[in-house]
């Protein structure tokens, strides 16, 4: 069992270039969450997805979109990227309804230049 | 507005020393969650500890420990007898129930350093 893999591991990424991370779980968890992680700040959730076919705004969308077409995908895209967006980025999940924990990916650390 | 506030920055202890991680929590919510994670240097995020509001028990497993206490609204962590692969950032964190979305208000995280 892989639990929640993130695709890539590291990227350095030119200012302007769009880029796709990718995340996929294989638990059949319904809820899946994308959150950067940056020094001093913690971990800050950017979208979330509550369900296939759903998806909802964190405390810092901007500058991101996801998508959910179906349970076990929950890629994250920056349109056009930006060097404020050099970040750690993590995938989360969580079954379903109730106050259960989320489980964690790895994380991508992600460049911008 | 939720908020978690972790005050300690830092914490460097010797080996076998007890410590403890404070958490302080802001919210308007009566049912709430709160979470303890572990990030060791490998970067990866582990699960500890889920304490719901209803339930002020004390919890303890192995040499962790946990100190849940809604009159000072706060979620402390204690190590006992600390060892170096304690070493980590350790986060505390506040589930928002409001839209059911069960989304994670993270605290900034304290860096235990546990030397030899």
């Known amino acids: 069992i892989a639990g929640i893999t993130q695709a890539p591991t590291s990227q350095i990424l030119a200012a302007g270039r769009r880029m796709t991370l990718r995340c996929t779980q294989d638990?059949?968890?319904?809820?899946m969450y994308w959150y950067r992680q940056d020094l001093g700040l913690g971990l800050r959730l950017i979208h979330y997805?509550?369900?296939?076919?759903?998806?909802g705004k964190g405390e810092v969308p901007d500058g991101y979109s996801v998508s959910r077409a179906n349970t076990d995908d929950f890629p994250l895209t920056l349109a056009s990227a930006v060097p404020s967006q050099t970040s750690v980025y993590f995938c989360?999940?969580?079954?379903?309804?109730?106050?259960?924990?989320?489980?964690f990916g790895p994380g991508t650390r992600l460049t911008v230049l | 507005a939720q908020k978690v506030t972790q005050a300690q920055t830092e914490i460097s202890v010797v080996e076998k020393e007890d410590v403890t991680l404070d958490c302080v929590y802001e919210?308007?919510?009566?049912?709430?969650?709160l979470f303890w994670y572990k990030q060791p240097p490998s970067g990866e995020l582990v699960f500890l500890i889920r304490?719901?509001?209803?339930?002020?028990q004390n919890e303890i497993s192995g040499r962790y420990s946990w100190n849940f206490q809604k009159s000072t609204s706060s979620f402390n962590f204690t190590i006992t007898a600390s060892q170096v692969v304690d070493s980590a950032v350790y986060f505390c964190?506040?589930?928002?129930?409001?839209?059911?979305?069960?989304?994670?208000?993270f605290g900034t995280g304290t860096r235990l350093q546990v030397f030899p």
């Open positions: 989360a999940s969580r079954p379903g309804q109730g106050f259960n924990e989320q489980f």
């Open positions: 638990m059949r968890h319904n809820a």
């Open positions: 997805s509550n369900t296939a076919g759903t998806t």
């Open positions: 919210t308007r919510d009566t049912t709430y969650y």
């Open positions: 304490r719901n509001s209803f339930d002020e």
């Open positions: 964190a506040l589930s928002d129930a409001i839209y059911n979305t069960d989304k994670l208000i």
